[in-house]
């Protein structure tokens, strides 16, 4: 499915296309944007494997994904995965490739908008995600956004080979219409 | 009890336990009943999928009540467990409780992983009690997470990790 463009007050999220992969494996491959990531432990990327990984969902219908863009820079990337309309939910998954941007609201704003569609025009129900339980900024975002902590799952991944816990967290439609109607 | 792989011959038998909504409703994969056919399917992808190990459960009599099965994500070092006894006859049986304990055995023991993870659904008591005989905890609650005749429940999702774990022979030895 092609998502529409979005605009946010400091983000604007289009759909990612097959040349932005190039950049997709760029920031994969920036050990400070990995070390959050789910794969930080992934040799890597090359341009396969982010077309396995990251374009095949897209490709297939079973994820949506946006380019981050703030002005005319690309900042990173927005998608919503694991989509099932019959139980009315999704997964979100966010990721800002350029550290120079950290901390500025810029994913706060992306997701954001990226709920707004979730939940009005997908008709979803429940977004979800999961984090690196020590991802203070990351948590701090989502719990901006309205995600709330539904559970704390133990040596859920490796990082640098050490075990480590991930927060589960999720926002529901009603939360959100009683936030931002 | 006894846990051996899933053979073709079996497949009519799940086909006919899963015409049952009072087994179907607690099942992550709620859809509509299978026919033999998308059976069949399923268990040929299971057998091709790298990252499932599926077994049949046999009574101590030798039937077949259920399957279980662990899908890996190896490197995290985790995998996630589904259980279930199809034979309602054989339910509160300990069976279940039984296969769990020696395929987390399995999964520490033989495949050294980290953690072990399932969810089930909040008011399934009869699983939840049986998943923390075995060691599991209580880790989080997904709110709203399953529509299941058209009510949308909670999902509880449980873990054990390796030290949290007590071999099954452990007792013995000390």
Redesign the interface.
């Given at each position: 499915m092609n998502p529409p463009v979005l605009a946010g007050k400091t983000v604007r999220l289009r759909p990612l296309r097959p040349d932005d992969l190039v950049l997709v494996q760029r920031w994969f491959n920036d050990p400070a944007v990995r070390y959050w990531l789910?794969?930080s432990?992934?040799p890597d990327a090359t341009s396969e494997t982010v077309r396995n990984h990251f374009w095949r969902p897209v490709e297939e219908g079973r994820a949506v994904a946006w380019l981050i863009e703030t002005g005319e820079t690309p900042v990173g990337t927005l998608r919503l995965l694991e989509i099932d309309p019959?139980?009315?939910?999704a997964e979100l998954a966010i990721s800002i490739g350029e550290p120079d941007q950290w901390g500025r609201g810029l994913g706060t704003d992306a997701i954001q908008q990226a709920l707004g569609f979730a939940f009005h025009d997908l008709g979803l129900?429940?977004v979800?995600l999961i984090t690196d339980a020590d991802n203070a900024r990351g948590i701090r975002c989502y719990e901006k956004c309205g995600f709330?902590r539904?559970?704390?799952?133990?040596?859920?991944?490796?990082r640098h080979g050490q075990?480590l816990d991930m927060l589960?967290m999720?926002v529901?439609k009603e939360d959100w219409l009683r936030a931002y109607a | 009890m006894r846990l051996r792989p899933v053979q073709e011959r079996d497949l009519p038998q799940f086909v006919r336990w899963l015409q049952d909504r009072e087994l179907t409703r607690w099942l992550a994969a709620i859809g509509d009943p299978p026919s033999l056919e998308e059976e069949y399917d399923w268990w040929h992808d299971k057998r091709a999928d790298p990252d499932s190990i599926l077994w049949a459960i046999d009574s101590p009599e030798g039937r077949l009540v259920g399957t279980v099965e662990l899908r890996l994500t190896m490197r995290a070092e985790r995998a996630e467990m589904g259980i279930a006894i199809h034979d309602k006859a054989q339910w509160n049986k300990g069976l279940g409780t039984d296969a769990a304990r020696l395929v987390v055995d399995y999964a520490f023991e033989e495949l050294n992983l980290n953690r072990v993870e399932l969810t089930t659904d909040e008011e399934n008591a009869r699983a939840i009690r049986c998943y923390e005989k075995v060691g599991f905890v209580r880790e989080g609650l997904l709110r709203q997470h399953r529509l299941v005749d058209g009510v949308f429940g909670n999902t509880l999702i449980m873990g054990i990790v390796r030290d949290d774990w007590m071999p099954l022979d452990r007792d013995s030895e000390d």
């Open positions: 789910h794969q432990d992934r019959h139980h009315g939910r129900r429940r979800s709330v539904e559970g704390l799952l133990r040596a859920h991944r490796l075990p589960t999720a529901l | -």
